[in-house]
Nanobody
Framework: QVHLVESGGGLVQAGGSLRLSCAASGRTVSSTNMGWFRQAPGKERDFVAVIRRFSTTTYYSDSVKGRFTISRDNGKNTVDLQMNSLKPEDTAVYYC??????????????????WGQGTQVTVSS
């Protein structure tokens, strides 16, 4: 069984930065397609970023591309999301997710099998 725990959320002013971290247990992040999603109140869970297993290949939502960076630390078995130039519309609960399958770059929530509890990110204007 895979257990994911997010941390690093908080309140930040527009233009600021936050770094989220996802600590994984039960499965190595190096062998798993790992993703970040976010969900604002009343909205569907939205894809943010994914990093491919056994590689450094990444893919981002157009809304965050150029501002967010997903990475992993295989030694610590963590996946991070560096968020720069934050905007009020980035406000959401951010979730770390792990895909048990082998799809190269999954972007839909249904393609992920394991989820963290989420961490709140609030960006003020």
């Amino acid at each position: 069984q895979v257990h994911l725990v997010e941390s690093g959320g908080g309140l930040v002013q527009a233009g600021g930065s936050l770094r989220l971290s996802c600590a994984a247990s039960g499965r190595t992040v190096s062998s798993t397609n790992m993703g970040w999603f976010r969900q604002a109140p009343g909205k569907e869970r939205d894809f943010v970023a994914v990093i491919r297993r056994f590689s450094t290949t990444t893919y981002y939502s157009d809304s965050v591309k150029g501002r967010f960076t997903i990475s992993r630390d295989n030694g610590k078995n963590t996946v991070d999301l560096q968020m720069n130039s934050l905007k009020p519309e980035d406000t959401a609960v951010y979730y770390c997710a792990a895909a048990a399958g082998s799809l190269t770059l999954p972007t839909a929530p249904i393609q992920y099998n394991y989820w963290g509890q989420g961490t709140q990110v609030t960006v003020s204007s």
